[in-house]
């Protein structure tokens, strides 16, 4: 294939060593070649956030990435997040709060939320709702989510 | 023991799957050797096709094919059906691609399929089509404007279907009335919009020929029907799959083109094909909803009481009638009485072609269009008499002792007849958790002030399931686990964890010694599918009987094993046993082991502990609720915040009060965003203006309030769990109570909510007006 460029990045804590078209957004090098499929891509033009994951501990949109941009890079998706077969706080505290109904939309929210309590402990609503307005969700209504990431940060040693 | 599990907020099973990605979506199934299409779709809203020149396409790297109908059929090539006709209906259907005539922007025209997305993509630059457009027909009234273009040969006046339907004597209700209050109501097209859009992968087995096809959709069987129909193929020959999908809201309930098409393409090359919708695709060609005006009167006596109500409905059908176009329309024009007691009603439908994407159910399905343009008369008619839209809400609602109540109206889905419930009760209820009378004492105070506060008021019934059937299987393997399989096709709702409560009731094993699987043609041979709030009244009550005959044949056998009566035998904690002597018992799993084939069950009975039951009604139930909400208009830009809202609800028994709410408020953020935020909106070209995520604006966590919410369990009559639905309730509600709480905060200033999105700049123009007509 033309354009190929070699890319290492670290996935969830493993190493990988690929060639990918230039054009390969992240999110297909993610779901396509890693297969790695509980990233979901919603509208492939970032906007609603399902994609997000996390690059060096920043959440980014994987489908507006290439995935040469990502070359060098840790990256977590929310395959990272349980410990094996325990699930993390964050997706204990969705769980009790019936805080997703189809799913599709919560790994990108559980990345986002990662992020959001590993610098804010004890957020308020607002700024909890300000956290998520980035992410699109069409089934919840986000009140369980709110309260999902409340819990969260009481659940969540960190 | 009695039940135990129905009405316990019980954590999901479907979530640990779904929160650690292991989810398997349509995209996330990959098959070796997969094939990608893309469709080369119409950028005119009406043009004729002069030719279509695929020979660059199919040359492009990667190409494996590329067709057009008439590739595809050079003969009689098929259409969609009609599956919900109305007398009178004009034929006007949409072939699978476009033959010699496009008529909407995104209607396909070709399918390229080649060896990834990307590479299709690319090929469909060098397809060529000679169009020669045509004028656009982007509103109902210029299209049934006199010399308007028309856009079916058989439809010469592009209103494809009319009819009118009532009750009582409207006439002398008029002609009798101390008032008449007459408006007219627009509602604006908008849509479902699932996180998850379409997709389609399909394969043929080398070696049985089986043809196998996962879809995100929401009626498998139906599409097995229809796909094989539409192909001419044998049902046998189809296994339709519906794995884990991201939100359908209605418009997944649909037969599109590209169902049948990415089949097809895979019998053609004779590889796996996907096909996975970008959102340009899914604004443009998903089914759209709820674009109708609405001309509604009332005629009332002196004291507010209603004698009876016209209604005129325009609904914008779009380019084409699909296989449940006439279904809003109709719920529609049955929905406008509502919960109030109207013994002379007539409502007509004009249902009109346009330039756009075809119009379908979405959530709600006429409920929402209705509701708002009663409601929002209702507290118009109030004002004009000098009532409180409370007050008269009170005086027309239906008593408790009027159920049930027979409206007198059918539409194409049901009978309109009001199973059970209070609905004063009710009312009262949610004006109390509100403190109605609070609010208006504060709202005329803060008003002085310059705080524009409002309150709106919405009362509503929903049909709340809808038939013909629903299956179920449940079937215990000799380990004692429980399997249950049901023709029902959830889309998140936790179907699945319902169910297993239902099962778990009956007997008296734990959740997690029971899985539900749903929607899959081999698994199944029968089964509807998820749409009409139905599944818990549907799938749940095949669900009970199912697991109720289990249990009864467990205690037959084991009665057999203890030779004892089966008077004698009791159950207890997933056991059968002799009463009174508890030593003498048989577990669940021996009891499956001794009821399989070769086993030792009594003479004459069936193998194997299983029992698939179809749950059978015409009969639908119907939800009643009551939605208040507060607003704060900002004076200087219009904006819109939502202060509190209180929801009661009365949905009958509650299997899962947690997910119950869940799809309330989930409802309520739908219909929240079709009243102030949601529009796909054409120009005078027929071009969408709103076909991605930023100019099509979902309500984001900052537009949404935190609703209160409360219930009545009103059993219904109509299936043994007492079940109604619940799940469009908030969709139908949440538009309308919030139109009318933006006009009860603007409307001293004379301004007057007609129509919809109450974006900014829409509540500040009405003020603006209405502040320079009163000086």
Request: charged share 20%.
């Amino acid at each position: 294939m033309d354009n190929e460029r070699n890319i290492d990045v670290t996935v969830n804590g493993r190493s990988h060593s690929a060639n990918v078209p230039a054009r390969r957004r992240l999110s297909e090098f993610i779901r396509d070649d890693l297969g790695l499929t509980g990233t979901h891509v919603g509208c492939e033009h970032g906007v609603c956030g399902t994609c997000t994951v996390q690059l060096d501990g920043e959440t980014v949109r994987s489908c507006l990435m290439f995935a040469v941009q990502a070359d060098g890079a840790e990256i977590m998706t929310v395959e990272g997040l349980a410990d094996g077969g325990a699930l993390h706080p964050i997706q204990e505290a969705f769980w009790q709060e019936h805080g997703l109904q189809c799913g599709f939309c919560t790994p990108g929210i559980l990345m986002t939320v990662h992020e959001f309590l590993l610098e804010n402990k004890g957020p308020l609503e607002e700024e909890i709702r300000h956290a998520l307005s980035g992410n699109l969700c069409r089934c919840t209504g986000y009140q369980n989510i709110v309260k999902a990431v409340e819990t969260a940060d009481r659940l969540w040693e960190r | 023991m009695g039940a135990t599990m129905i009405g316990e907020r019980v954590k999901r099973l479907e979530d640990p799957r779904l929160l650690t990605g292991e989810g398997g979506f349509v995209d996330d199934i990959q098959l070796p050797n997969t094939l990608h299409a893309a469709f080369l779709r119409s950028p005119h809203g009406n043009a004729r096709i002069r030719g279509i020149d695929l020979s660059a396409a199919r040359a492009a790297p990667g190409v494996v094919d590329a067709f057009s109908l008439s590739d595809g059929w050079p003969d009689a090539p098929p259409t969609i059906p009609v599956l919900a006709p109305v007398d009178g209906l004009l034929p006007c259907p949409q072939y699978l691609l476009a033959r010699d005539q496009v008529r909407y922007v995104g209607e396909a025209v070709a399918v390229i399929v080649a060896e990834s997305r990307d590479l299709a993509e690319d090929a469909m630059e060098l397809a060529e089509v000679d169009y020669e457009p045509l004028p656009a027909i982007a509103t109902m009234e210029s299209g049934m404007a006199s010399g308007a273009e028309v856009l079916h040969d058989t439809v010469p006046d592009n209103v494809a279907v009319r009819w009118t339907q009532g009750i009582g004597d409207v006439a002398e209700a008029f002609d009798g009335a101390a008032h008449v209050v007459s408006d007219t109501f627009r509602m604006q097209r908008y849509t479902g919009v699932p996180m998850e859009g379409r997709g389609t992968l399909a394969t043929q087995d080398p070696v049985n020929g089986e043809l196998t096809v996962w879809t995100s959709g929401q009626w498998p069987h139906t599409q097995r029907a229809l796909t094989a129909a539409l192909l001419g193929l044998e049902e046998k020959s189809i296994r339709v799959i519906q794995p884990e999908v991201g939100g359908g809201f209605g418009v997944k309930v649909e037969l599109y083109p590209e169902d049948v098409l990415i089949p097809f393409a895979a019998l053609r090359v004779g590889r796996p094909v996907k096909w996975i919708e970008d959102r340009r695709e899914h604004m443009l060609t998903v089914v759209h909803a709820r674009e109708m005006d609405i001309d509604l009167s009332v005629a009332l006596e002196a004291d507010g009481t209603i004698r009876g109500m016209r209604c005129r409905l325009l609904s914008d059908q779009g380019g084409y009638f699909r296989t449940l176009g006439t279904v809003n329309p109709s719920l529609a024009i049955t929905s406008v009485p509502g919960p109030y007691r109207i013994e002379n009603y007539e409502g007509e439908v004009v249902c009109v072609l346009t330039n756009k994407s075809p119009s379908s159910p979405y959530r709600g399905a006429g409920g929402p269009e209705a509701v708002f343009a009663r409601e929002r008369l209702f507290d118009m008619a109030a004002r004009e008499i000098g009532m409180d839209p409370a007050a008269f809400r009170e005086k027309n609602i239906l008593p408790a002792d009027a159920m049930p109540y027979d409206t007198g109206l059918v539409s194409v889905e049901s009978t309109v007849v009001f199973d059970s419930g209070d609905f004063p009760a009710g009312l009262q209820r949610a004006l109390d958790a509100i403190d109605y009378a609070g609010f208006r004492a504060e709202q005329a105070r803060d008003r002085e002030q310059g705080r524009l506060r409002g309150l709106g008021i919405c009362v509503y019934t929903q049909m709340a399931s809808v038939g013909p059937y629903e299956s179920a299987e449940v079937r215990v393997d000799g380990g004692g686990k429980v399997a249950v399989v049901s023709g029902a096709a959830p889309q998140g709702q936790g179907t699945g964890t319902a169910l297993a409560q239902v099962v778990a009731d009956q007997l008296e094993v734990p959740l997690d010694q029971i899985t539900v699987t749903f929607a899959d043609t081999a698994r199944i041979p029968f089964g509807v599918g998820t749409y009409a709030s139905r599944n818990a009244v549907m799938a749940g009550s095949a669900t009970l009987v199912a697991s109720e005959r289990v249990r009864d044949k467990a205690i037959a056998v084991a009665a057999h094993l203890l030779e004892a009566s089966e008077a004698d035998v009791e159950w207890h904690e997933g056991t059968a046993r002799l009463k009174g002597v508890a030593e003498k018992s048989h577990t669940l799993a021996e009891l499956a082991q001794a009821a399989g084939p070769g086993g030792n069950r009594p003479e004459g009975m069936e193998p194997g502990l299983e029992i698939r039951h179809y749950f059978e009604t015409l009969d639908a139930p119907f939800a009643f609720g009551v939605h208040i909400a507060e607003v704060e208009v900002e004076p200087e830009t219009g904006d819109v915040d939502i202060k509190r809202y209180v929801a009661f609800s009365d949905c009958g028994r509650l299997i899962n009060p947690m997910i119950v709410e869940g799809q309330i408020v989930g409802g309520i953020a739908q219909g929240v965003g079709g009243a102030l935020l949601e529009e796909l909106v054409y120009d005078e070209d027929g071009q969408m203006l709103s076909a991605n995520l930023a100019d099509y604006q979902l309500p984001t966590s900052l537009d949404l309030p935190n609703v209160e919410i409360s219930h009545e369990e009103s059993p219904s009559p109509l299936n043994p769990l007492g079940a109604k639905g619940i799940g469009e309730g908030g969709a139908i509600a949440g538009h309308a109570v919030i139109a009318n709480a933006v006009e009860d905060a603007i409307a001293h200033t004379g301004a007057r909510v007609r129509e919809t999105p109450l974006r900014p700049a829409a509540v500040w123009k009405l003020m603006q007006e209405a502040g320079a007509a009163s000086s």
